[in-house]
């Protein structure tokens, strides 16, 4: 998510160059997952918001939409449970969505069941 044609990080970039989102780390370019998840579930990314269970998987992803999303793409990649109808669902339903990400956790989750044994 946080690859050279979707994001330029702080110094490369300032906010007047952003072409997209501004972020405390840089610019998530317009199309991007990192900005469409901004665009989605955090719309003030000057505030970080309160902790609700049903919208965030952590404490941790509260402070900042990076880590927000990191944190529960992990939780996601792990098939962790989140409550039906809750913003958390529809955080999964976006990666659900993406063909490249299924991909990637089913990779990652072969991996896993590999070293198991």
């Known amino acids: ?3 050279t044609g979707a994001f330029t ?7 007047a160059e952003c072409d997209g989102i ?4 840089g610019c998530a370019h317009p ?4 900005a ?3 665009e989605a579930f955090w719309p003030d990314v000057t505030a970080a918001p309160t902790f609700d269970a049903n919208a965030f998987v952590a404490q941790y992803a ?3 939409p990076h880590e927000d999303l990191a944190e529960t793409f992990l939780h996601w990649a792990h098939r962790e449970p989140v409550p039906f109808g809750s913003v958390l669902a529809d955080k999964y339903a976006m990666f659900d ?4 990400l ?6 990652l989750t072969a991996l896993r069941v590999g070293h198991s044994h």
């Open 1 to 3: 998510t946080l690859h």
């Open 9 to 15: 990080f702080v110094p490369r970039i300032t906010e």
């Open 36 to 38: 469409e998840w901004i």
């Open 102 to 107: 299924v991909d990637l956790r089913d990779d």
């Open 62 to 64: 509260t402070t900042a």
């Open 31 to 34: 199309g991007s997952l990192m």
């Open 22 to 25: 501004m972020v405390d780390i």
């Open 97 to 100: 969505a993406n063909p490249e």
